[in-house]
């Protein structure tokens, strides 16, 4: 959902809950060259209109190139409540809902940068440690379909 640039819309967001959802962690019994590790993000947004709620769930793993050794798994949820949530949204059909790109850009670095946060306090001291998260540009999760919360 494109914003028109004279538009000025007035929302309030607050990070309602973090939740860890899921954490499984199996460390290399060798020394392991970083650069045969890859991430792999996943990301998906579910709205609540009537609750004013967007929830974003977030994953990290770090596995080998091939994905046959996976180190780690780290899953967390993050419930934003969004005042004003009604003037970036629009229903498209029953089961889809367009956000305006701004909204879900911001809740999308939050989302990357609380899921670092969480990999990084996971793995620290651990002979993983300092295989960091890469950069994202957030843009790269814009949904092309958000789901209403059930």
């Not at 701004?102 to 793995?123: A, D, E, M």
């Amino acid at each position: 959902m494109s914003e028109s640039p004279k538009e000025n819309i007035s929302i309030q967001l607050r990070i309602k809950k973090i939740e860890q959802v899921r954490t499984d962690i199996t460390l290399p019994t060798t020394p392991i060259d970083p650069l045969s590790l890859n991430h792999t993000v996943k990301m998906t947004n579910l709205l609540d209109t009537g609750q004013k709620l967007v929830t974003i769930n977030i994953s990290d793993s770090i596995h080998d190139k091939e994905q046959q050794n996976i180190y780690t798994f780290i899953e967390i949820k993050i419930e934003f409540e969004v005042i004003g949530l009604e003037l970036v949204v629009k229903q498209t059909a029953p089961n889809n809902l367009e956000v305006a790109d701004k909204l879900i850009l911001t809740l999308n670095q939050i989302s990357i940068s609380t899921l670092r946060g969480v990999v990084f306090s996971h793995l620290k001291g651990t002979p993983l440690s300092e295989f960091y998260m890469p950069i994202f540009d957030p843009r790269q999760f814009l949904p092309i379909k958000v789901e209403p919360l059930k």
